[in-house]
DNA sequence: TGAATCGATGTTTTT
DNA sequence: CATCGATTCA
């Protein structure tokens, strides 16, 4: 193996020759991060470290496989048994080995949100409490923050008591029975993986020091996105080597409101005094048009670290912003502009389509259907979350742990078989008094507690649960999921009713089976018990296939990492005000500063997808829950500097003509932030006498110059002086 | 027991 | 508007 570095500019090389000791890269968007990783993991190897000493660790296994590969490509195959994985999974896999010495239950499972959500909703009944008021996905959010910042049940309620918080109180207690729960369940959600190994190897030392001698290196991508409990593991992990390499980018932290803590990639450098700090700025992905306008955009945040993109690539494509009517309106010009563009030479494949909310893609849908487009929607309807396909892992889990009464209560009764609500809630009540899960129960209770038809109804559920665990080691998992779908008869019943939905439930199972095989040949954990704890953590985009010629579909959190030729962001809209909020920035997040520069840095993430062509659009009205409402464009298309768009109608013809021209205003006046005028604020609703009413966007300069940008209802905007424009404040 | 109907409720974003 | 849950009726 030789590796040469002849591809990578200075900063690269600087990045991927600096072995030893600490290491932070600030890597920009298509700033070639990937490659850096790749090439530095290769030439660690060619300097001698082991394979098998060395840890990457990303979000998603669509990352990881696309690094194993490329580090595979490059070193060659003694690159495989370098250790790539997520964070979930490579918990997963630590605990796994460890369960002897944690005292965990190997047979343990991994719960998704559902199930978490279910577990919790038991919870809330058992201790009497209202749901309304504790609403269980909402339990279940602040019990999986707790868990990103290690906090336990207790500590939350030491934390919660010394607040005086009541409400957070009860929150803790939900939380301590819902561990005991999944202690019962022998099963571990996503947060409890993350959790427990850190907790576990914080109680046992030696196999701490076990781990940290055989990863002596460590990298970890996309660090801005860690949470507190991911941040304390790679910290622990690489205390005794020091040799640990973080690439990421604070502009493109998203996901904090998943517990990310961005001030982990700010202060990388106070926890290592001594490290080497490599930015890499120089962009290879996009043209210089895209990222002036995606700078204006993020740099009105504040407390970033200084870097700014830039690139030598031509100066080609173009920027179009559209004002559309409604939805439906923006759909039909995104697919327009879609099949124009595509007579420049682009495939579908060559354009991708991202929304805010899922909830979007449908009037998008829609849209490419009726023009025959092949679209592929990453993310809404999760493949794994498909009733059917649920079903039939519960049975699976069932046959792995039949003391999961989640899925015990989820399958019990589906197919069909005649067991109702009363029966149910005798054997429950029956399980709690003696203390076991319903399986157990279900042996011992007779027809004094429950009625005839039922106990017989359930008892032949249980046969086919008990015949498959006897079976269990005998059979290949894609034989078991046979069994069970023979011995239930599911795809028979759904045969029989004439709902159109059902053949394609039928299908999803068939592509179910084939996906267990897959799983089959490639996983080294043929178990059933490995496929089950595999697939809890594998998520829609890590299946995306970009080999198709189909245009993607997607919210803009899943585009992070990802690059297209044409990208579209949709839904640019400012809410009129607080109370009914915009779409993006979303709801009440444009009145909360720190919210506000998330948004903002998922829009940078946004246009810096694109390679040649970004399209923004917005519309004036959206439906919203059956009623329309009024927005205003996005204040990031005035950041970026566009103050004159491609209107609704006249638009249309221009871009028939000369499809690629767009509007803009170069002289857009730099923004302001210092407030050093009240009355008038950024916010704020003012009543001018020609435009009617309208909010103030935008400010610069001040005193008698003071100017103002107000966006009026209809969707117009003026820049006035504020000294002239005679504005009357209203709110 | 289970299908049907009514009403409340909700949309960020997801490993 | 669409989905989920609870309530009602066959």
Redesign the pocket.
Known sequence: MNISLENLNNSQKEAVLHTQGPLIIFAGAGTGKTRVITYRIAYLLEQGVKPYNILAVT??NKAANEMRKRVNDLAGNIAQEVKVS???SFCLYLLSCETKNFGIDSNFLVYD?GEQVNVIKECIKELNLDD?KF?PTWVANRI?RAKDDLDTPQDMNNDCQSKGDFYGKTISAIYELYQKKLKTYNAFD?GDLIMQTVLNLQEHPEILSKYQDKFQYILVDEYQDTNHAQYILTKMLAQKYKNICVVGDDDQSIYS??GADITNILDFEKDYPDCKTVKLEENYRSTPKILERAWNVIKNNTGRVPKQLWTNNEDKGNINVFQNFDENDEATRVVDMILINRQNGYKFSDFAIFY????QSRVLEDALRRQGIAYNIV?TLKFYERAEIKDIMAYLKLIHNPNDNVSFRRVV?VP?R??????MEKLEYFATSKGLSLYETLKFVGTDII?RT?LVAMNSFRMIIEKNVMTIFNKTVKEIVETVIEDTGYIRELELSDNPENKNRIENIKEFVSAVEEFQRISPDKTLSGYLSQIA?V???DSWQDSEDKVTLM?L??AKGLEFKNVFITGLEEGRNEEEGGLFP??K?AYNEQ?LEEERRLMYVGMTRAKENLYMTWATSRTV??KPHFNMPSRFLLEAGFTEQLSNRSARNVVNNTPFRYKEDVSYAPIDKVDDNDTYKIGTIVYHQVFGNGKIIEKSGSGDNLKLIVLFSGGQWKKLLAKFANLTIIK
């Open positions: 979000f998603t997520t964070f979930h949100m309304k609403k999986s996503f409101w998943r805010r909310t899922n909830a993310g009764n069909k005649g067991i109702g609500k009363s029966s009625p039922s953590l998520t829609d985009i919210t959190h899943l979303i709801g997040s919210e829950f059956g």
